[in-house]
């Protein structure tokens, strides 16, 4: 029997027992039967079996024995091929391992039944009518990226299988070629998708685990953030508690310089550590004796020098805490003065930290127009007059420059929303904790007031 016969009567003999599974318009049986001569043509054997009876079988148990990837459902596969007899042999070949196939006559044949059905592999001839195999492999690179094509040719042009492995190909088949080297380059192709998906589905997981991961480390950090904020508050209430004489003076400081800030555009990080530092700028006081602290005459020279000391505690204090080490040197240089006569280090001009010149500002302020042991308090006007009059001295110019362009009225507005003398204690407070993180302070004085251009400079 030639071997065209043998692969006849392979492709019919297991092709009766699962008819069904090829999904194809023509009759299969009829048309290898009318096949069947001209499969003995003087150019050969599409496919070479020289163990027909039985091929499949081994082939699929050397491929178990193997570890083969390919998943139990059955994989779909479209022959295109402008042959019908070739179509259909593959078709019956691929049938009988276990694949389901469709059959294409021409590439916008296949093209109509990629964009209806899904499929797992396409292979599809070089030449036919409506155009070569290279115009149907870059519409499924274009259309079906991931699915795989593999090319077949009775050419054996080596240039032309270089070609379409460049254009995506997975694979290239010469004709003739017999069961065992179709059956590999299927399955290759098929574990190669299946290794496509695995990957494409291990990386959408992984995106989606990397969101809920980074959800939950949002949260956390959101939470430690209130809690610092909690804290710092709580010390601030602490400090101003023990003397009784400058209650809410933290509370005003900070919703001062945070004014202040925002007029001089400074950035939502250095606000941030502005603000931490202004509420607990007299955090080292706690070291300072009650005998001196709340005393009501005026302080003696050695007295003055223990005060002096408490720039220096609180920077001690908070320097070793790592997100508040910024926040310390404001703590350390609010007593500095712009002309280098401040203490404890008597810096001098810009070499005094930014936030440190803004709050020395602020501080003058709340000084200036709250009650205190050695003066009654000032208008918001008179307190203007003061501050101009030390800038260059005591001040940084570029700062009362942009302090003298907000209104008093400003100024007293946030006095009374800062400290609850309007009815409101709690504001201040529970803008600080329902805040994501200090960068969002910039925006507290705008949170607060009714008119747009309260704020607005001149």
């Given at each position: 029997?030639t071997p065209?016969?043998?692969?006849?009567?392979f492709?019919?003999?297991?092709?009766r027992p699962?008819?069904k599974?090829v999904?194809?318009?023509?009759?299969?049986?009829?048309?290898?039967?009318?096949?069947?001569?001209?499969?003995?043509?003087e150019?050969?054997?599409i496919?070479?079996?020289?163990?027909?009876?039985?091929?499949?079988?081994?082939?699929?148990?050397?491929?178990?024995a193997?570890g083969?990837?390919i998943?139990s459902?059955?994989p779909?596969?479209?022959?295109?091929?402008?042959?019908?007899?070739?179509?259909?042999?593959?078709?019956?070949?691929?049938?009988?391992?276990?694949?389901?196939v469709?059959?294409?006559?021409?590439?916008?044949?296949?093209?109509?039944?990629i964009?209806r059905?899904s499929f797992?592999?396409?292979?599809?001839?070089?030449?036919?009518?409506?155009?070569?195999?290279?115009?149907?492999?870059?519409?499924v690179?274009?259309?079906?990226?991931?699915?795989?094509v593999?090319m077949?040719?009775?050419?054996s042009?080596?240039?032309?299988?270089?070609d379409?492995?460049?254009?995506?190909a997975c694979?290239?088949?010469?004709?003739p070629?017999?069961?065992?080297?179709?059956?590999?380059?299927?399955?290759?192709?098929?574990?190669?998708?299946l290794?496509?998906?695995?990957?494409?589905?291990?990386e959408?997981?992984l995106?989606?685990e990397l969101?809920i991961?980074?959800?939950?480390?949002?949260w956390?950090?959101?939470?430690?953030q209130?809690?610092h904020?909690?804290?710092l508050?709580?010390?601030?209430?602490?400090?101003d508690?023990?003397?009784?004489e400058?209650?809410?003076h933290?509370?005003?400081?900070?919703?001062y310089?945070i004014?202040?800030?925002?007029?001089?555009?400074i950035?939502?990080?250095e606000?941030?550590?502005?603000?931490?530092?202004?509420?607990l700028?007299?955090?080292?006081?706690?070291?300072?004796?009650?005998?001196?602290?709340r005393?009501?005459s005026?302080?003696?020279?050695?007295e003055q020098?223990i005060?002096r000391?408490?720039?220096?505690?609180?920077?001690?204090?908070?320097?070793?805490?790592?997100?508040?080490?910024?926040?310390?040197?404001i703590?350390?240089?609010?007593?500095?003065?712009?002309?280098g006569s401040?203490?404890?280090?008597?810096?001098?001009?810009?070499?005094?930290?930014?936030?440190?010149?803004?709050?020395?500002?602020?501080?003058?302020?709340d000084?200036?127009?709250?009650d205190?042991?050695?003066h009654?308090?000032s208008?918001?006007a008179?307190?203007?007059?003061?501050?101009q009059?030390?800038?260059?001295?005591?001040f940084?110019?570029?700062?009362?420059?942009?302090?003298?362009k907000?209104?008093?009225?400003?100024?007293?507005?946030?006095?009374?929303?800062?400290?609850?003398?309007?009815?409101d204690?709690v504001?201040?407070?529970e803008v600080?904790?329902n805040?994501?993180?200090?960068?969002?302070l910039q925006d507290?004085?705008?949170?607060n007031?009714?008119?747009?251009?309260?704020?607005a400079?001149?």
């Amino acid at each position: 029997m030639t071997p065209a016969r043998k692969a006849m009567n392979f492709a019919m003999n297991d092709l009766r027992p699962s008819q069904k599974a090829v999904r194809r318009s023509d009759d299969c049986s009829a048309r290898l039967q009318q096949t069947e001569s001209e499969m003995t043509s003087e150019s050969g054997p599409i496919l070479e079996s020289p163990d027909a009876s039985g091929a499949a079988r081994s082939l699929m148990e050397d491929t178990k024995a193997r570890g083969s990837r390919i998943p139990s459902k059955q994989p779909t596969i479209l022959v295109v091929d402008d042959d019908s007899s070739i179509r259909l042999l593959i078709g019956s070949a691929l049938e009988c391992w276990g694949y389901r196939v469709d059959l294409a006559s021409s590439g916008n044949e296949a093209k109509e039944m990629i964009d209806r059905d899904s499929f797992d592999l396409i292979l599809t001839d070089m030449l036919m009518p409506d155009g070569d195999g290279f115009t149907l492999l870059d519409w499924v690179r274009a259309n079906r990226p991931g699915l795989p094509v593999v090319m077949v040719s009775a050419a054996s042009d080596i240039g032309m299988a270089i070609d379409s492995m460049h254009r995506g190909a997975c694979d290239y088949l010469l004709k003739p070629f017999d069961h065992r080297k179709l059956f590999e380059t299927i399955r290759r192709a098929l574990e190669q998708r299946l290794e496509i998906l695995h990957a494409r589905a291990y990386e959408h997981n992984l995106k989606k685990e990397l969101r809920i991961r980074t959800d939950m480390l949002r949260w956390a950090v959101n939470d430690l953030q209130r809690t610092h904020e909690l804290m710092l508050l709580t010390l601030g209430d602490a400090l101003d508690l023990r003397d009784s004489e400058t209650e809410g003076h933290s509370k005003r400081v900070t919703a001062y310089s945070i004014a202040l800030a925002r007029a001089l555009k400074i950035s939502p990080r250095e606000i941030k550590v502005l603000a931490q530092g202004a509420l607990l700028h007299d955090v080292g006081k706690i070291a300072i004796p009650d005998a001196i602290l709340r005393k009501p005459s005026k302080l003696t020279e050695e007295e003055q020098e223990i005060m002096r000391a408490h720039c220096v505690r609180g920077y001690e204090m908070l320097c070793r805490i790592p997100f508040l080490a910024d926040a310390s040197e404001i703590v350390l240089s609010h007593h500095e003065r712009f002309d280098g006569s401040g203490y404890p280090r008597r810096l001098r001009g810009s070499k005094i930290p930014l936030g440190a010149r803004v709050f020395a500002v602020a501080d003058t302020l709340d000084a200036i127009t709250s009650d205190r042991p050695y003066h009654k308090a000032s208008s918001f006007a008179a307190a203007r007059d003061n501050i101009q009059e030390g800038s260059g001295t005591q001040f940084d110019p570029t700062v009362v420059e942009a302090f003298s362009k907000i209104s008093c009225e400003v100024w007293l507005k946030l006095r009374e929303e800062s400290v609850g003398e309007g009815g409101d204690r709690v504001l201040l407070r529970e803008v600080f904790l329902n805040l994501p993180d200090f960068s969002g302070l910039q925006d507290f004085i705008a949170m607060n007031f009714s008119d747009p251009q309260a704020l607005a400079v001149s």
